[in-house]
């Protein structure tokens, strides 16, 4: 349920194991399908190959009993893929089809690419990557709303756009400009409508320091601190019916329990960081220059792609 007043903490990281395919596999994405309803309960692991760009294998396991002991998995080839942007959202895998700027969907049940989309305006190989992340030019993401795909273009100066997709044609539904250069980010993810921005802080600790709610076509200001095993984290994934974040650090499974405010919540009136899994209040970011020439980022209302009829069950204050 969205019925909550945006994200307040995020817990120590659970560390699950290393990759099925090694230590040298650092770059790689995982997690469960990030649709609300799912399917099926299946956890889905792609460690890219050594060089870190080139997604050709993954594995399914239908619990996570079978994940912690690597038993009754389905291995599948497949050969096309570009980094560790993708996600699984209603039994499909989606992702960048390699060395293009087109999106691509899988079907899970066979292996089956099904459908391949230019997305219109992206740049490709990996121009506008996220920091210290190569090849994650196209970020895919699930969440309560639905299928989103997170980029960057020439025109809008390499910050972050978010537009939502249908799920069965890869056509983009509706599209929203942020003041965030996407190659200054980690990473993010999308939380009921909610995009969140990460960024390194050190080795050991990022900050969830950015939301921008497409409901209201508003930024915020967050800082809500992370820790991590490791450097580097790829492949962030938001899991509705669990509330978490599975991810990919330098070869390590890894995932995190987010916690929501309620409604009737209060937070903080100061900007206070704190040890891992605080939280401080949301703060509207002043309006920076428009990320394309006619845009007006401080008066959202008067754009074609404005979310009038998609309200967010809860709010951020």
Known sequence: ????????????????????????????????????????????????????????????????????????????????????????????????????????????????????????????????????????????????????VLYATEESKGNLVISRLNDSTLEVEQTWYTSQYKPSLSGAFMACGVLYALRSLSTHQEEIFYAYDTATSQEHRLSILLDKMLETLQGINYCPWDHKLYVYNDGFLINYDLTFLTVKEQLPSSLIKRPSGASAPFKPIRSNKPSRPGDSVTDQSTHKNTLSSLPLEGHLS
């Open 1 to 148: 349920s969205c019925a909550h007043g945006g994200l307040q903490k995020v817990s120590r990281p659970i560390v699950l194991k290393l990759n099925w395919r090694g230590l040298s596999y650092k770059v790689g994405a995982w997690g469960r399908d990030s649709a609300p309803n799912p399917v099926s309960a299946l956890y889905w692991v792609s460690p890219l190959r050594a060089d870190g760009r080139y997604f050709d294998y993954y594995r399914l396991y239908k619990s996570y009993g079978d994940l912690v002991v690597l038993k009754h998995y389905e291995q599948w080839k497949m050969g096309y893929g570009d980094g560790s942007g993708n996600t699984v959202y209603k039994n499909f895998m989606y992702f960048n089809y390699y060395g293009t700027s087109d999106m691509a969907k899988v079907d899970l049940s066979s292996n089956t690419l099904v459908l391949r989309r230019p997305l219109p305006g992206t740049t490709y190989n990996n121009r506008f990557s996220y920091a210290a992340v190569p090849w994650t030019t196209l970020d895919f993401a699930g969440d309560e709303k639905g299928l989103w």
